[in-house]
Nanobody
Framework: QVQLVETGGGLVQSGGFLRLSCAGSGLTFSVYTMGWFRQAPGKEREFVAAVSLNGGNTYYGDSVKGRFSISRDNTKSTVYLQMSSLKPEDTAIYYC?????????????????WGQGTQVTVSS
């Protein structure tokens, strides 16, 4: 049974930082492109970031470029999202996801497995 478990969410002030983690189990972690998405109340799901199989390539949504950093540790089957200079508009539930596709990393429906999500709230 595949599980992706996100941790690290919480309440932070504007300008602050958080690091999210997503631990995978029940899958061969190193063969999956890993991504982070988020969804705010009343809004569609938004691509945040993705990282290639060996971590050598990273991709970001326009709204987080320069502020967020994605990385992975295949020895721990874990992907991370370091978030800095947080803004109130970053408030959302953040989900990690795993995809066997190496292209089209921003398309959520191409991801095979999803975590349950972790809430990030940024106060102004």
């Amino acid at each position: 049974q595949v599980q992706l478990v996100e941790t690290g969410g919480g309440l932070v002030q504007s300008g602050g930082f958080l690091r999210l983690s997503c631990a995978g189990s029940g899958l061969t972690f190193s063969v999956y492109t890993m991504g982070w998405f988020r969804q705010a109340p009343g809004k569609e799901r938004e691509f945040v970031a993705a990282v290639s199989l060996n971590g050598g390539n990273t991709y970001y949504g326009d709204s987080v470029k320069g502020r967020f950093s994605i990385s992975r540790d295949n020895t721990k089957s874990t992907v991370y999202l370091q978030m800095s200079s947080l803004k109130p508009e970053d408030t959302a539930i953040y989900y990690c996801a795993a995809s066997l596709y190496t292209n089209n990393y921003a398309i959520g429906k191409l991801y095979d497995y999803w975590g349950q999500g972790t809430q990030v709230t940024v106060s102004s």
